[in-house]
């Protein structure tokens, strides 16, 4: 190829995109036409921008097709929720007339709205709304809830309120509170923490309700118990936890000390209840006697072999973490 037939090339592709627009001048035109007719590589040059513009084209055309679909589907929903919504009105409307006539207190009228409050959270929150639907429906929800069990309490004399209410949002929290936090905007400090706010969250519901439980019943004796146990549980589970986010090491070692941890808690555990509770140093394990497997000394074999098949587990994972760790040091040396 001589020098004029590549420099002709360099013009018609900077000329091309003018071309397809027709927005050159004749004698351009007419340059490119002669050259697309002999050069293989400039056609190739144009066919491909012809695709390309015509794909840009078709995308925009079924984005704004989509979005006009989607706007008149939001534009419906929204109908039936404030549809609901308005339906929702007739009981209170009904209740609170009723209350009003008997010269009753308000107390069924606050129940029935809260109620309906509680629906509406669930029917009229995911119609009505375009972002986060889900995560309002799920705090309005919990508001109502909340509500409702304020009003009965009331109406029955009153002083359950937290009783009730503690222990349900410990229980919601658990299967909730992971998926409001992750949808919840945070300040940057607090961003990257949601694991670690989610197990303080649930750690804190976990000792409230136990205190109010035991607290409400005036059970001393078992508070002390609860407590005891949820100690030893949660630290347990957050040795875990902190460990599997926060320590800078692979996957292998994480799973390693991870089975280590979980072994001496199952083993050590009812020890250390036993020791806070009664004061009484025991160590299951050492009733240990592979001969007896009666129940003197069940536990104490059971407890043995999963110290020892554990650990096992326990050490080959983090050798295996080690072995790894070395292999990729090396990689990045070679
Ligand atoms: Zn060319």
Redesign the pocket.
Known sequence: MDKK?IE??DI??DLLPLYYDDACTEASKELVQQ??L??E??KKTYAELKNNTIDAVIKKESAGVLERHARKERNSAYKAGIVIALLLLIPIVITFIVSISSGGSLGTFMVVTASMLLVAALTVIPLVSNQKRILKSILLGIAALLLILFFVDRMNGGGEFLLWSIPTIFGLSIILFPYVIRNITLPPVLSDKKALITMAWDTLWLFLTIFEVCNHSGNVEGMKSGYTCALILMTGVWLIFLVARYLPVNTWIKAGIITGIGCIWTVFSNDAYVSFMEHKKQLTILAVDFSDWSLNCLNANVYVLILIFGGIVSLLLILLGIVNLKRKNNCIKL
Request: net charge neutral; glycine share 0%.
């Open positions: 037939i002709e090339c018609v592709q050259h697309l002999t050069c590589k400039c």
